[in-house]
C-alpha cells in the first residue's frame, strides 16, 4: 500500500498537513485530504504543486502565481 504525506508551502514555509494519506481530492474550495482513523481536512484555497511518488510526498501550495 502506498500512503502519501501532504505539506502545504505557503510564504516560503513548509507546513505538514497529514501523513500516510489514503485519499486526496481537488475541489472547488481547496484540497481534501484523508487518512485512516482521522477526520478529512480541508486546506482552503490550496492547489497541487507537485508529487514526488518515489519520496511519497504531495506538496500544496496556495501562493498566486503570475504563471497561471
Known sequence: MCQMNVVLKNNGRQENIMENVTNLEVTNEGVLVSAFFEDPKLVKSARV???????????LDNEVSDHD
Open 49 to 59: 504543486k507537485s508529487i514526488d511518488f518515489l519520496g511519497g510526498t504531495v506538496t
